[in-house]
């Protein structure tokens, strides 16, 4: 029977980043690349018809601006979950790189509860800020946009970022230690 082969951080990313995106992601975090590929596509077409309207038929948009803001925390907050899924977020290892190699799993492992957490307190104060914004209607000031359902939406999303992000590095860590 072949044993399995045991490769540090720096092989592991080498290896994920030889993968195409398909492979790497899953179906899910392809799914929801391209969602906010669409996404981008919309607020980056609005706002070229918005400038386009603006400055050759002084005409513009009416509520472009606020479809766009409202398009980009969507789309943040659903691309929080392919990035957790990809293992992909911003990290600066300054004084990380320089531990022994048996301490990394552990690191990544507690690096992921924490961070984990911090997106599962986000998404918690988000809940609490979306049902108080939809406590009294709040809206975008020209299309009227109902506010609320974008923050529980946020809210969601943040939540499955954060048990991704969690459970990932944990899940390497046990499977290291059952191998």
Known sequence: MRQP??????QQEAARKELPPGKLLGPAGVALAALGGVMLTAMMG?????VIGRYLFNSPIKGA?????????ATIF????????KEDHVTVDLVT???????QPYRLA???LFSGGVLLVVSWRLWIYAAQI??????????????????????????????????LPLKRLVARHTV
Not at 65 to 73: G, I, K
Request: with cysteine; net charge negative; aromatic share 6%.
């Open 46 to 50: 609005l706002t070229v018809c918005d």
């Open 65 to 73: 601006a606020e479809l766009t803001e409202v398009l980009l925390c």
């Open 134 to 167: 939809g406590g009294y209607g709040g809206s975008t000031t020209n299309l009227a946009i109902p506010i609320a359902p974008l923050g529980y939406f946020c809210a969601i999303c943040a939540a499955l970022g954060g048990l991704i992000t969690a459970f």
């Open 5 to 10: 082969v045991l490769m540090d951080e720096k």
């Open 78 to 85: 659903l691309g929080l979950g392919a990035v957790s899924l």
């Open 97 to 103: 790189d320089k531990m022994p190699s048996f301490i």
């Open 110 to 112: 507690l690096a992921g």
